[in-house]
């Protein structure tokens, strides 16, 4: 039998899971049980791991998987007490986190003076499915500190949408001028395009609408640790 709570939270999960093939974070776990802290959403995933209702996957973030669900009551023992409640059994079998890892073009470092479409795809870049979401992306190696107080840094590998539309605020790759390629944020003011750093030692840049061409949206990234 499971508490309301750890019913309450065996059923979000499952619903995410089968909306988006993705587990919810513990922060969206907190506010969809209205819960204080996020000690109290660990507490309630330990105790559904440990009953064998779900499963961590290892090396991965925000992944969890379930794997049982409690069977249907039957004969005539007492009813559960008021803060128990006890699910009927699965009519199909339990969703899982999306796990599928696809190949990206790997278009090489993000460099001035050397437009994307330029870059070759002689590499790809295997990347977990559940980073991605939806449309079609690249991957490039990003060089340089511009951007490390949004926790970019040289040598990661930015996942970027492609699409030539953004939103203000928004992390683009811009090609200026079609000759440099850059990665910063993107904003719109006084009929100028401005490019910000994420770093204060650098100066954001200010263009002409038509000097600038978003190529794409950041969407995740990946860091390889040595």
Not at 19 to 25: A, C, F, K, N, V
């Amino acid at each position: 039998m499971l508490t309301r709570k750890q019913h309450e939270l065996l059923l979000f999960i499952q619903s995410r899971l089968e909306e988006s093939g993705i587990s919810p974070s513990f922060e969206e776990m907190k506010e969809a049980l209205d819960l204080k802290s996020k000690s109290g959403v660990h507490r309630l995933i330990s105790a559904l791991e440990e009953r064998g209702f779900i499963r961590r996957l290892a090396n991965r973030a925000r992944a969890l998987e379930i794997i049982r669900q409690p069977n249907d009551v039957t004969g005539t023992s007492r009813a559960a007490p008021s803060n128990v409640v006890e699910m009927p059994k699965a009519k199909a079998p339990p969703p899982s986190a999306a796990n599928d890892v696809i190949e990206i073009p790997l278009h090489g470092r993000i460099a001035a003076g050397v437009p994307i479409e330029a870059l070759e795809d002689t590499q790809t870049l295997p990347v977990p499915a559940a980073l991605l979401g939806s449309g079609e992306h690249y991957a490039l190696e990003v060089s340089g500190d511009s951007m490390i107080e949004a926790g970019i840094f040289d040598g990661d590998f930015a996942l970027v949408r492609k699409t030539d539309v953004a939103r203000d605020g928004e992390i683009v790759v811009a090609l200026v001028r079609g000759e440099e390629a850059t990665l910063k944020y993107l904003h719109r003011e006084n009929g100028m395009v401005r490019l910000d750093p994420a770093n204060a030692t650098y100066e954001p840049q200010i263009y002409a609408p038509g000097d600038v061409q978003v190529q794409g949206r950041l969407a995740g990234l990946l860091r390889r640790y040595h």
